[in-house]
């Protein structure tokens, strides 16, 4: 079955509310990594996150090992929030490959 | 620095035809991936190397998907023969070896086969 699984599949909020996605993981972890994706552009890194809690910006990321999960949070939303998030999960064993997410859409309603 | 650079952004290749995608690694990286998107089933590994080793293939994709990387800092992609189902991004993507290191992406390659 599917390594990673990310909830919800989309999101749409208004302006300046808070969000909150979040990522499943079935397998051991060594680390979980955020991305950004812009329609039509690349994937940026936002959080290297192995465990506990991470800050930037109006941005927060969650990693609780053994309850197999990672969040992020958006705090206060803006338009330039909009795009797709991922999350990325490498093992703890074996493979040094990132297992990808299939994301979250999130739009945001001026 | 610059970052991961791939060509071409965009091909348009009609079916049956062999296409071959660029992709150079940000400098002393030794990590370099290669994955396809697809709205349907988002990111999938096509092939990973480190230190210009093959460690990883997608096994799904071997039969008309070749990754070679012949020096540290160039990687080539080739599909041969295209299907219309290989329309897609790939995407390159590098690290300094070693897991837990952040992943950086290229633009892509939008890829249509006709």
């Known amino acids: 079955g599917q390594q990673v699984q990310q909830s919800p599949a989309s999101l749409v909020l208004q302006e300046g509310e808070n969000a909150e996605l979040q990522c499943n993981f079935s397998t051991s972890l060594n680390s979980m990594q955020w991305f950004y994706q812009r329609p039509g552009g690349s994937l940026v890194s936002l959080f290297y996150n192995p465990s506990g809690t991470k800050h930037s910006g109006r941005l927060t990321s969650t990693t609780v090992i053994k309850e197999r999960r990672s969040s992020l949070h958006i705090s206060s939303s803006q338009t330039t929030d909009s795009g797709t998030y991922l999350c990325?999960?490498?093992?703890?064993?074996?493979?040094?490959?990132?297992?990808f997410g299939k994301g979250t859409k999130f739009s945001l309603i001026p | 620095d610059a970052g991961v650079t791939q060509t071409p952004r965009h091909e348009v290749a009609e079916k049956g035809q062999t296409i071959i995608l660029k992709c150079e690694p940000v400098s002393g990286h030794n990590d370099l991936f290669w994955y396809r998107q697809t709205k349907i089933q988002g990111l999938e590994l096509l092939s990973y190397?480190?230190?210009?080793?093959?460690?990883?293939d997608g096994g799904a994709f071997k039969d008309r998907f070749k990754a070679e990387m012949l020096n540290s800092s160039f990687s080539t992609l080739k599909i041969q023969p295209t299907e219309p189902k290989d329309s897609a991004v790939y995407l390159c993507a590098s690290r300094t070896g070693g897991a837990g290191n952040t992943l950086y992406f290229g633009e892509g390659s939008r890829l249509i086969v006709v």
């Open positions: 990325a999960l490498e093992p703890g064993t074996g493979s040094n490959r990132l297992t």
């Open positions: 190397f480190r230190s210009k080793s093959l460690m990883e």
